[in-house]
């Protein structure tokens, strides 16, 4: 028995992101309905947060406040008790726009507190709009998850969690395997858990690994008693050859390397516990 045996394990499912389309894998989920069903079937798996993006009809991302509406609506209703958390990455809008869904006071949502290179592009958060979308997140009671694409960014989720800029308890995710930032890297992922564990032993911690990288990345933080991400938006195969059938076969992935470890599947409820967020 390792010494995180019996920790229950959050699973977030990633469902739909910004950029995979169904030329990519059919199993992507576009629209609200397909966005929702997918969840459910996820939830049912074990996911117990959604980490939600959404699209316009053409598929293209967009950050339309009435669309996330009617999303969390449909998982409330769906999925009663999972914890929802929406993006405000990027890829889906300009400035302030990218957060224009806040309002709606989801449980969570997704916080860049730093820049960093992507594929093609460099991935903008300026400081002035990560203070403007993290005071919106503490005037709506939004628990921040903080991704964090490079030692920096945990170095700042540190420093504004401790100056009370960040709602809630201190959540933050390693995501590695992006092309042009921080690669799936053992020793570096070693490095992150240790120093959340020496700077902030009260706060939780996630990784998501992006392509052939999510698996490797899930079952890092399984042992290494972290939470973990996983979906069709960070990867849309089950193995080199073979299309992810959906996004609750990833999370069915995931929670069998729970069971490898001996770790329960949080359950939502646990989750919010654990999270510190309120009761559904």
């Known amino acids: 028995m390792s010494d995180v045996a019996g920790k229950p394990c959050i699973l977030c499912c990633a469902i739909t992101g910004s950029l995979p389309r169904k030329l990519d894998n059919p199993a992507v989920p576009i629209s609200v309905t397909e966005q929702i069903e997918s969840s459910h079937a996820a939830v049912e798996a074990g996911a117990s947060i959604i980490h939600a993006h ?6 293209t991302p967009s950050s339309d406040p009435d669309k996330f509406a009617a999303l969390q609506e449909g998982l409330k209703k769906h999925c009663p008790g999972v914890i929802i958390q929406f993006s405000t990455g990027g890829r889906s809008g300009a400035g302030q726009e990218r957060g224009g869904m806040l309002p709606l006071g989801p449980d969570m949502a997704s916080l860049s507190v730093g820049s960093n290179n992507f594929p093609s592009r460099v991935y903008e958060n300026p400081p002035d709009l990560v203070a403007w979308l993290a005071s919106q997140m503490k005037q709506h009671a ?12 945990i170095l700042q989720a ?8 960040l ?3 201190l959540y933050v995710q390693f995501v590695m395997g ?14 992150y858990a ?8 009260d706060a939780q911690w996630c990784a998501a690994g992006i392509g052939a990288n999510q698996i490797i990345v899930n ?5 290494a008693g972290g939470h973990t991400r996983t979906g069709l938006e960070d990867n849309i195969r089950s193995d080199k ?3 992810a059938p959906s996004n609750a076969a990833l999370i069915a992935r995931a929670a069998d390397l729970c069971a490898k470890y001996d770790r329960p599947v949080a359950t939502p409820s646990q989750a919010r516990a654990m999270l510190g967020l309120r009761s559904a």
Do not use: C
């Not at 992006?178 to 490095?191: H, L, Q």
């Not at 079952?219 to 042992?223: D, G, N």
């Open 167 to 169: 709602y809630g308890k």
């Open 54 to 59: 959404v699209r316009n009809a053409d598929e």
């Open 142 to 153: 939004i628990t921040p998850e903080v991704e964090a694409f490079d030692l920096s960014h």
């Open 178 to 191: 992006v092309k042009n930032a921080m690669p799936a890297d053992k020793e570096i992922f070693d490095f």
């Open 219 to 223: 079952e890092w933080a399984i042992a």
């Open 158 to 165: 540190l420093a504004m969690h401790e100056r009370g800029d």
């Open 194 to 201: 240790q120093l959340m564990q020496a700077r902030a032993p």
């Open 241 to 243: 050859t073979t299309l």
